[in-house]
């Protein structure tokens, strides 16, 4: 199993390239079950959780080829099959987001529920909500959610639920709609920048999607979709990864491709925290004035503060000039890397969905455990900038969202690779 090395210490300068978004490709990937003819993508990051998309499209019956870096060609070659399994689901929660295509154009989905996780209960009501809403028999049947429908038809729903909106739900509900009889309204629709890219795609493919990137979607039903070529757009949580490890090194990088406009929330914390990031020709730069502010932040639904960037953030507030507040409003349970930072002599005490970060002046290399994608980064970012040697355990964490970070780190100057823990 892999693990990271890191010698904390080097600043880091020079240029990162964003690679494009895993939460905007795994969706996207799942509408290629809606399309008739060929889809190409481009910018389709190297991860392992859209090998994992991928694979699963192939056992639902679709050829996917890797035709380049970055560029996939994807066909549907055969529509029996509507079962996304447990082996596949518990894997990769996002697989979820074959439910509406499968109902929409086989008339049928059987997806295994997905479990909780380590960043707490993820349950999917509201996803089943939205599909009973346009029409669909539900049953639960065996550990599996049975959705089947002659012809969805367009409905109002209401997609709000105790955390705010789900972007995976309005992906899914989303992606059902675009073929059932009729318009449908979804109220309370995530507005993720993510759901915009899913939104520009389904229209490329000839859906009549409105109002995406607003609280409240329209979608006219439409009788088929044909495959399009795509670009999907650049990871701004990947982005806002790389903007605090310049941060926290005290270095200077040029984030290529980064969109400043998906990051406002992040860049408004940054900035009050110290960072100087402004946009830059073709992308974001960030570098980092000495003394780091203490500040307090609560994870939102966007456009507020992403609890994909929780852990990381959270990594630099160790080293701030005081105490900082972080309040997690959308997952209230991930923490697991709170007593990972510890162990690097992270000063950090949990309430509820809360965590009290008391600045230190140092933090310490130690051997960590990630627990989640998030977490192991926030954890990587850590050991960036700690005295001495940090191991991260179980890399195969960060290998689900972070395209080749450990030569992107070293491309900028890190002490940092990837070595078989077993050795
Ligand atoms: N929720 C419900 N019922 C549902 C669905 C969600 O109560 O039916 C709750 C969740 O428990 C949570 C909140 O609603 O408290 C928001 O969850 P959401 O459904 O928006 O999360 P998701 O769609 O499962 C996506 C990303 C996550 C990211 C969250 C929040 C993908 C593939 N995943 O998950 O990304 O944290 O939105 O922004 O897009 C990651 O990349 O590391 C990651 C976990």
Redesign the pocket.
Known sequence: MDCFEINGGPRLRGTVNISGS??AA??ILAATILCEGETVLHRVPDLADVRQMTHLLEKLGLSVERTGPGTLRIRVEDEMNCHAEYKEVSKM??SV?VMGPLLAKRKQAQVAMPGGCS??????????QGMTALGADFELTNGDMLLKAKKLKGAEIFLG?????????TANVMMAAVLADGRTIIESA?C?P?IVDLSEFLNKCGANIKGYGTPRITIEGTGSLTGCEHTILPDR?EAGTFAIAAAITNGDLSLKCARLEHMLAVVDRLRKIGVIIERAEDGVAVSSARRLEPIDITTQ??PGF???LQAQVMALLCLADGNSVLCEK??PDRFLHVAELNRMGARLRKEGPTVIVQGVKRLVGAPVMAS???ASAGLVLAGLVARGRTVVRRAYHIDR?YERIEEKLSAVGADVRRVDEEL
């Open positions: 895993k939460n795994l969706p929660r996002a987001c960043i707490g209960d993820r349950p999917v009501d509201l996803h089943i639920g105790a955390f705010g909106s789900t972007v995976t739900g995530a993720e993510e949580i639904p966007y992403p609890t994909d959308v997952f989640d994608l998030r969202g």
